[in-house]
């Protein structure tokens, strides 16, 4: 069946490093990846997407990356500032259905 | 900007009465969707519609499930005998194409059910 998972609950980062978030998932006919954010209270929100016939997109401080030989997306962000705190999670797109992953908290210390 | 908007915020039902949540989508958009969130899991997908009727539902969105696009501007969720297990946060989405065009995200109806 089709799961799409986050390898860590939370993430602790202090503000101005780097954050990594990972997620793997298991359908290889996924054509379509999209990188979530979600703030207490709000809906998500969309950051960045990727099709599968790619392997690296960027944004502006974002970056995903996605390797298919090992079903693995990962979104980086650069420079992470205390805004970014959230959950991030990551979404896979079978034939119009969304599957979602189970989130990621990002905390960012000042 | 122009953004999606649900009403109400919070809603909350006897078990067995019907629900009807609503949604307003950005105006020029053509796919609305509908999803769930139960408190502390992921989301889940219920149901896209687009040239007023349904594209896709998952497993979830059976037969106690309706949707609607009643006028130029609302798209509705009925729940027609709501369930314990029906209590989540429920978020409406539009985009302007199908899959590869951004969803944008209503702030979500919170729907307890006693």
């Known amino acids: 069946g089709e799961s799409v998972g986050l390898h860590l609950p939370t993430l602790s980062v202090q503000e101005g490093d780097n954050s990594i978030i990972n997620c793997a998932y298991s359908?290889?006919?996924?054509?379509?990846f999209i990188w979530y954010k979600q703030e207490s209270g709000k809906g998500p929100q969309f950051i960045i997407d990727i099709r599968s016939n790619m392997d690296k997109r960027q944004g502006q401080r974002v970056t995903v990356l996605l390797n298919k030989t090992v079903k693995h997306l990962s979104l980086q962000i650069a420079a992470t500032q205390p805004g970014d705190s959230a959950v991030y999670f990551c979404?896979?797109?079978?034939?119009?259905?969304?599957?979602f992953g189970d989130g990621t908290t990002l905390t960012v210390k000042p | 900007e122009p953004e999606v908007t649900q009403t109400p915020s919070h809603q909350v039902t006897q078990m067995g009465q019907e629900v009807i949540l609503r949604c307003v989508p950005i105006?020029?958009?053509?796919?609305f969707y509908w999803y769930r969130q139960i408190l502390g899991q992921k989301v889940e997908f219920l149901v896209s519609?687009?040239?007023?009727?349904?594209?896709?539902k998952s497993e979830i969105f059976d037969d106690q499930f309706s949707v609607e696009r009643p006028d130029g501007s609302n798209f509705t969720l009925k729940i027609r005998s709501t369930k314990l297990e029906d209590s989540a946060m429920y978020f409406c989405?539009?985009?302007?194409?199908?899959?590869?065009?951004?969803?944008?995200f209503g702030p979500g109806t919170r729907l307890t059910v006693t």
């Open positions: 979404a896979e797109i079978v034939n119009g259905k969304s599957t």
């Open positions: 519609f687009y040239n007023n009727e349904i594209s896709e």
């Open positions: 105006s020029n958009h053509l796919y």
């Open positions: 359908n290889s006919a996924s054509d379509y």
């Open positions: 989405a539009s985009s302007e194409g199908g899959a590869g065009y951004e969803q944008y």
